[in-house]
């Protein structure tokens, strides 16, 4: 198809905006399901999507569209994710795009992630159509929603497009805004073939299946490419678009997002941001990739069957490839033997890696507290990072310990402020500024990250009844007053259980900690000491009383003496015992560790 009525565009919005639900309207507005096909969130192609009603992964789909003056337009459409935690597959669907649609809940208004969305949108110099949605509800507002846009992100409040994406309220009128606003793409057919890979995932059958933006030139099935970065060598044996099924085609031209199958069979030969050209006439320079994403949350991930093992280290392998903000190393624990020390974006993003693997590749894991990664000073000068708590040196080694801070953005209502004021000095958070935007607040705070990856969502929305939400930027390091927290059983630590806390919060911790692995640890035929240490000083225990053998029962009468040389017996028995015994710590007792901080 002529370039020329080619549009390329992604919906981004703060979740439960309704983004899924805007997507399958286009879909059916442009006709491309069958009656039969039509679902809810049709895009979203995970179970895990489909449960929590969350996108996890960014789906493209094409569509033809006739507009009111009679051309034919192909519009590629990307899908995108909402929450903070999967703001890395935003990022990368707006480099495939010249425009974005932005979705605004039109009875909640700006939220957290419409805000950093936006910005990611204008950053990257993207034709951005407002669009507000939920008309139909019977508390939307508007005028206010428009004000809200207008005041917060600047846009003219007469250009705000009211939608509702569960009626199919306005879908033509924004089909019609996109052909009218988002621009052609600007490559060249007869430039040197250059193709961004912007997703890639692995199929058992195909080998690696690479999502790509043609920016120029042409690419056809049977030429010979070549990865500019990796510098690897392959043929293209199929290609396919989506239309919203996968469709095969004998050729991708610029402009067009397509799938492109090499019969790669190495997870480590593809990289997302990477750049294929043709062998022949190869492009003088590969397109600018990706920002490379650190993980900013840790938990090592564990098989509870030591022959799981090898099944864990490929499902990683595949799962790495699909999302290059996830990363692994090796890790062994004398408590759980080996597993793998997992890197995330934030602990939702931990949550769903962790659920992938146990329902997509069989596994049953067993998953440490997450942490985050520290900077260490130690006496001699030298800095180092350390992403588990079992890496810290004793404390007569370190000159102090820099813990990552975070400016957090969090909305809410007017009447909830002083909630989540409270929430964010508990965190040890301080305020940085506040300001109003109709019925709605906005609190900035500086947190320290390890604050905000344990249940400040949930006690967040708690505080605000749903209604409030953050976005957070990593803003560098601060000196803390840290220390690592061991858990003892019976004299010996479990390095799976230490957690790194701040000195006024490690009472509470190492208290709440041991009265929880008290009543999970089961009883033995000896007394087990459970402790909670800092270095030699042990702050807090709890004891699983021994389980007790009646060893008179068969003393009728008689002298009280031989009671008593029974039961001494026993104790002497029992002090033999406790010192050859080991104690086996069940999978809850690891999980307690995750849910410090609940509400009971």
Same mark, same amino acid.
């Given at each position: 198809m002529d370039p020329e009525r080619i549009r390329n565009f992604c919906i981004i919005a703060h979740i439960d905006h309704g983004k899924s639900t805007l997507a399958d309207r286009?879909?059916?507005a442009t006709g491309s399901l069958g009656e039969r096909e039509k679902r809810a969130q049709f895009l979203d192609k995970m179970d895990l999507e489909q449960e929590r009603g969350i996108t996890i992964k960014a789906q493209t789909a094409r569509m033809l569209w006739r507009a009111r003056d009679?051309?034919?337009?192909?519009l590629n459409l990307i899908d995108t994710p909402g929450h903070v935690d999967f703001s890395y597959e935003v990022s990368r669907a707006l480099h495939a795009c010249e425009g974005a649609v932005l979705v605004v809940d039109a009875t909640q208004g700006i939220e957290a992630q419409t805000l950093a969305n936006a910005s990611l949108a204008l950053d990257a110099e993207l034709a951005l159509l407002p669009v507000a949605n939920k008309i139909d509800l019977p508390s939307a507002d508007l005028d206010a929603v428009s004000r809200e846009l207008e005041e917060v992100i600047g846009f003219d409040k007469s250009d705000v497009l009211a939608v509702s994406a569960k009626q199919g309220q306005g879908i033509e009128d924004l089909l019609e805004r996109i052909v009218q606003k988002v621009p052609p793409p600007a490559g060249k057919r007869d430039a040197p073939t250059r193709a961004l890979i912007f997703d890639a995932w692995f199929d058992a059958y195909q080998g690696v299946a690479a999502l790509v933006r043609v920016v120029d030139g042409v690419l056809e099935k049977g030429d010979r490419v070549l990865l500019m970065a990796q510098g690897g060598e392959h043929e293209v044996q199929q290609l396919h678009v989506v239309d919203p099924h996968p469709r095969k085609v004998s050729a991708l031209e610029a402009g067009e997002v397509g799938v492109v199958l090499c019969g790669v069979k190495s997870l480590d030969e593809v990289r997302i941001g990477d750049t294929l050209t043709r062998v022949r006439n190869p492009a003088p320079e590969a397109l600018p990739g990706f920002r490379e994403v650190k993980p900013m949350v840790f938990a090592g991930l564990y098989p509870t069957l030591a022959e799981e093992y090898p099944s864990l280290k490929s499902a990683l392998e595949k799962l790495r490839l699909n999302d290059t903000s996830f990363q692994y190393e090796f890790e062994s624990s004398t408590a759980l033997g080996f597993g793998f020390r997992c890197g995330f974006l934030g602990f939702l993003h931990c949550e769903i890696i962790q659920e992938r693997l146990e329902r997509e590749y069989d596994l049953t894991l067993v998953k440490t507290a997450p942490t985050v990664r520290y900077r260490v000073v130690d006496r001699s000068g030298a800095v180092r990072e350390i992403e588990s708590p079992a890496a810290l040196q004793a404390p007569r080694e370190i000159e102090r310990i820099e813990e990552p801070m975070v400016l957090a953005t969090i909305h809410a209502p007017q009447n909830c402020i002083g909630a989540v004021i409270a929430l964010c000095q508990e965190r040890r958070g301080r305020q940085?500024? &506040?300001? &109003?935007?109709g019925a709605r607040a906005q609190l900035r705070y500086e947190l320290p990250l390890a604050e905000l990856v344990t249940h400040f969502h949930d006690r967040l929305k708690s505080a605000t009844r749903g209604y409030g939400s953050y976005d957070y930027e990593l803003i560098g390091y601060r000196p803390a007053n840290l220390v690592k927290l061991d858990i003892l059983v019976n004299g010996e630590c479990v390095d799976a259980l230490s957690l790194i806390v701040h000195r006024e919060k490690a009472q509470f911790t190492g208290g709440e900690l041991t009265r929880r692995l008290r009543d999970l640890?089961?009883?033995? &035929?000896?007394?087990? %000491?459970?402790? %909670? %240490?800092?270095?030699s000083k042990v702050i807090a225990r709890a004891t699983v009383r021994a389980m007790r053998k009646n060893v008179t029962a068969k003393c009728y009468g008689g002298d009280v003496t031989r009671k008593r040389k029974l039961l001494e017996k026993q104790k002497r028995g029992k002090r033999r015992m406790k010192r050859v015994g080991s104690v086996e710590i069940p999978q809850q007792a690891f999980l307690a560790a995750l849910r410090l901080g609940d509400e009971e």
């Open positions: 286009l879909l059916d009679g051309e034919e337009y192909q940085r500024d &506040m300001s &109003m935007h640890i089961p009883r033995q &035929m000896f007394e087990v %000491a459970i402790q %909670a %240490a800092i270095g």
